[in-house]
């Protein structure tokens, strides 16, 4: 569960995303997207950052920062609604398990997450 903000500035827009998985975690991800055209279906592409803290109850404060590339597309409707959808390409940089004994290399290879959202625009 997350909230979305998201900054118009012409086919650009700057996302803030703050989220949780579980109410025991926080994430906050910021990202710059590039809309393509001007029809009421347009795709987008994008590139930021995803950093996530989970404070288990038994264990240290875990960390991970993450790599985040959305492609997808956004259909504008009547009176300022939309509708969308996307993949994020997630790639983890840096992480900080919760287990200090835990010492395993990051896996770097890219996971896809999919996404769908709806957004209301006052006009």
Avoid: Q
């Avoid at 404070?55 to 009547?78: E, T």
């Avoid at 896996?107 to 625009?121: M, S, T």
């Amino acid at each position: 569960m997350g909230l979305l903000l998201e900054y118009f500035d012409g086919n650009r827009s700057l996302d803030m995303t703050v989220g949780t998985w579980s109410f025991r975690d926080l994430s906050l991800s910021l990202v710059v997207k590039r809309y393509l055209g001007a029809n009421a279906a347009r795709p987008f592409v994008g590139a930021g950052l995803w950093v996530v803290a989970a404070n288990p109850s038994d264990g240290r404060l875990g960390l991970a920062a993450v790599l985040r590339a959305p492609v997808g597309v956004d259909w504008n409707g009547a009176g300022g609604h939309s509708l969308g959808g996307s993949i994020n390409l997630n790639r983890a940089l840096w992480v900080r398990r919760t287990d200090p004994e835990d010492d395993l290399p990051l896996n770097r290879r890219w996971v896809p997450l999919p996404g769908i959202y709806y957004r209301f625009e006052p006009r």
